[in-house]
């Protein structure tokens, strides 16, 4: 917009209090950003000047309330939803800010000190009294009374008439100061997830019902909607999931408290790949998963019983017995290929790593496959004398693919005077954490679902410092126990990976030989009842 434009719509700002002109000539003085960036400056009040800053040019109204008084803000956002207004809280920027909006009235909820503009009128309002002038400004008299407890339905009633237009909610009698709110997140989600949406979608953490009133106040101005949202499970709510799924995500943003993984799980949702069986996390309490995989390379029947049959649609034929056992202690079944990428070579080859790096195309139709069936895909890295987030990055083009994961083998990661077969490999965590941040960002930077991270382990020295690898919310790590032998060994070895483990943010996993262990694998429902339980077990 050109400074002529502005200097035209600041001026515009002149309505007279009460004059049928007032709220037409406050709304020219609207800008209509509809900015999709998410809006988090550390306080309530930073947050409230910084929408105000990016929608108002001017405002003939300004609605002041104190956050401490959710009756106050919930009478003040209607007030201002129906002014048009910005709705502010008390700051020691709140002058510099009235300064700018250039108000006529400054509406003030209780009992607050507020310092004002030269020429503009203070009306401060009991909680009864901004609610009739809503009424007023809205030429709707109709009132909802509800009790000095402010529960969900209040508050999903005070939304609605903030979107609405036509319904004005809140207390019978004034309330005292301080009023606390009883009200359950969970039924605001519930209550507000289903609701039609428009072009614009604004998120607001229903934990937080001052930021939710505020936000509704605000976004009327700009034609949008305000959705509260378990911030700790974006992705966990179907409702919700199905509201943004295909929204493109430059509508969408979030107002307040922002969640550290909030961005990315946007931008997941608004793409809306999901995983096999359904979501957008690897891993769902509600409805226990377990990934069951054949291992090995798809040209190299010695290397597993992956590559031991024609093709992809073969293997999946031969794991179908497996598949079904594993569902008998109530868990989603996921059927899973892991492929060996970069194999473990006996010499050094051309680059000297003493690993065989195949061509990405060589897993592609496997990929393809398993997306067109349901299943899940993780490609094993035995690195040799590289470093696993170089090789990692070398197929970077089948990782953006939404159902493909990736496994570290730590047994064949040589040190650079180190060979195969001579010595167990090992990694250290911050080699790990190197894989998990450029996984995490991929994943994050992409829009995708959570990927699986697996770490192979069958010796404590495999991964150093382990209790240092890192999490990121992108990513689901496991730790695979990958030792071969009789059960008894193995479970020996399963103790010790996972004694004192209790608490630790990766899941576990268990890998079964039908040639290596003496006597055969060990039967599902062996392999079931490890504790902890395992989410991933793999045959090779």
Same mark, same amino acid.
């Given at each position: ?127 009864? &009294? #901004? %609610?009739? /002038?809503?009424? *007023? !400004?809205?030429?709707?008299? =109709? $009132?909802?009374?509800?009790?000095? @407890?402010? +529960? ?33 997140? &969970? #039924? %605001?989600? /519930?209550?507000? *997830? !289903?609701?039609?949406?428009? =072009? $614009?979608?604004?998120?607001?953490? @229903?934990? +937080? ?332």
């Amino acid at each position: 917009m050109s400074v002529i434009g502005v200097v035209a719509l600041v001026a515009a700002c002149s309505g007279s209090p009460g004059s049928p002109n007032a709220t037409a000539t406050a709304r020219e003085c609207i800008s209509v950003t509809g900015g999709a960036s998410n809006v988090d400056t550390g306080s309530l009040a930073d947050d409230a000047m910084t929408l105000s800053g990016e929608i108002f040019l001017c405002s003939d109204d300004v609605v002041v309330a104190s956050p401490d008084n959710l009756h106050h803000v919930m009478a003040g956002a209607q007030l201002a939803a129906a002014l048009r207004s910005p709705i502010l809280f008390p700051d020691p920027l709140l002058a510099s800010e009235l300064g700018r909006l250039r108000p006529e009235r400054v509406h003030v909820l209780g009992d607050l000190e507020v310092s004002v503009p030269p020429g503009a009128e203070v009306i401060s309002h009991t909680v009864l &009294e #901004a %609610l009739d /002038e809503t009424a *007023a !400004a809205l030429g709707s008299p =109709e $009132r909802v009374t509800i009790g000095p @407890a402010i +529960d969900a339905t209040a508050l999903i009633a005070t939304v609605d008439a903030i979107d609405t237009g036509t319904r004005i909610v809140g207390p019978e009698t004034e309330p005292p100061v301080g009023t606390a709110a009883s009200v359950r997140p &969970e #039924a %605001l989600v /519930e209550g507000l *997830a !289903a609701r039609e949406t428009e =072009e $614009r979608l604004w998120l607001v953490d @229903a934990a +937080d019902p001052v930021t939710l009133l505020f936000a509704s106040a605000s976004v009327h101005a700009v034609g949008a909607t305000v959705l509260a949202v378990d911030s700790g499970d974006l992705l966990g709510n179907p409702t919700f999931v199905s509201a943004l799924a295909g929204r493109d995500a430059s509508t969408v943003r979030y107002v307040g408290g922002i969640p550290d993984a909030a961005t990315w799980e946007i931008n997941a949702l608004t793409r809306g790949d999901q995983l096999p069986g359904g979501g957008f996390r690897i891993l769902t309490p509600e409805s226990p998963r377990r990934y069951v995989a054949f291992y090995g390379h798809p040209q190299a029947g010695s290397l597993g019983a992956l590559g031991q049959q024609d093709g992809p649609a073969a293997t999946l034929e031969r794991m179908q017995p497996l598949l079904e056992a594993y569902t008998a202690d109530g868990h989603r079944v996921i059927p899973t290929f892991e492929m060996i990428a970069s194999v473990a070579a006996a010499s050094a080859g051309a680059d000297g790593d003493y690993s065989t790096e195949w061509p990405p195309d060589t897993f592609v139709p496997w990929i393809e496959f398993a997306a067109e069936n349901g299943m899940y895909v993780v490609l094993d890295l035995q690195s040799g004398r590289s470093d696993f987030l170089s090789q990692a990055k070398f197929y970077e083009e089948l990782l953006l693919h939404p159902h493909v994961g990736l496994a570290l083998d730590p047994e064949w990661r040589l040190e650079s005077n180190q060979v195969h077969l001579e010595q167990t490999g090992y990694v250290e965590a911050s080699e790990v954490n190197q894989v998990v941040h450029w996984l995490a960002d991929l994943v994050r930077d992409n829009g995708l679902p959570q990927k699986m991270l697996i770490v192979h382990q069958f010796k404590l020295s495999m991964i150093r410092n382990r209790e240092a690898i890192e999490e990121r919310p992108e990513l689901q790590v496991v730790i695979q126990m990958d030792g071969e032998g009789a059960e008894p060994l193995k479970d020996n070895t399963w103790n010790v990976i996972t004694k004192d483990t209790d608490g630790v943010h990766w899941a576990w996993g268990w890998k079964n030989f039908f040639v290596r262990d003496d006597g055969g694998p060990p039967t599902p429902e062996s392999t079931m009842s490890k504790v902890p339980t395992p989410i991933f077990v793999s045959y090779q």
